[in-house]
């Protein structure tokens, strides 16, 4: 059995609840990457992503360097252990639509990060099935849901229709 441990990022950036988006974006830009966990201390409380920094927090013209990661972090964030299947993990993933998860020791204190870039990377290349699973987690992560549109600001554009071919004509 494959764990967690053998694929996961160690040494992970984390930020505090109380730092500002600015200093958020910085982190990620500096490291290039998407995602940071939120932590007090050791423990994991958040995670916020640039989508959160861009859609909870530009789109809402909140104060870049003034609102805190708190106001526009995911506060209840799925986790694993060190020790879990990472086949397990892989399917948790899929079904969850998500592509990194953090993992937390059993006091909920942050130990590092799986990503299925980790996994896709470190997996040997004779392993089909693992590749497999790898390529299957992918494909549900980005199945695409249905987009909300029903608050669509008109900065963002006309409404189109849904399957139709309007070749970039509003409808």
């Known amino acids: 059995m494959s764990t967690v441990a053998n694929f996961m990022t160690r040494g992970v950036r984390t930020m505090r609840p109380d730092d500002n ?39 809402q013209e909140l104060d870049l360097r003034k609102c805190k990661l708190s106001d526009v972090m995911s506060a209840h964030v799925r986790t694993v252990r ?10 948790e993933m899929g079904k969850s639509q998500v592509r990194r998860l953090p993992v937390v020791d059993r006091n909920d204190h942050l130990v590092g ?6 996994i896709a990377a470190k997996q040997a290349h004779d392993e ?11 494909s549900d992560i980005s199945e695409p849901a249905e987009p909300d549109r029903s608050h669509q600001a ?7 229709a849904a399957n139709t071919k309007t070749q970039g004509q509003p409808v």
Not at 113 to 118: E, P, Q, R
Not at 128 to 138: H, R
């Open 154 to 160: 008109p900065i963002s554009g006309p409404k189109v």
């Open 113 to 118: 990060i799986i990503s299925l870039g980790d």
């Open 21 to 59: 988006l600015v200093a958020a974006s910085k982190a990620m830009e500096e490291l290039n990457i998407g995602a940071v966990p939120v932590c007090e201390g050791e423990r994991l409380v958040g995670m916020v992503t640039d989508r959160d920094i861009i859609v909870r927090g530009v789109a």
């Open 82 to 91: 060190d020790d879990d299947d990472v086949q397990e993990v892989l399917r």
């Open 128 to 138: 089909a099935q693992a590749q497999q699973q790898v390529g299957q987690s992918l």
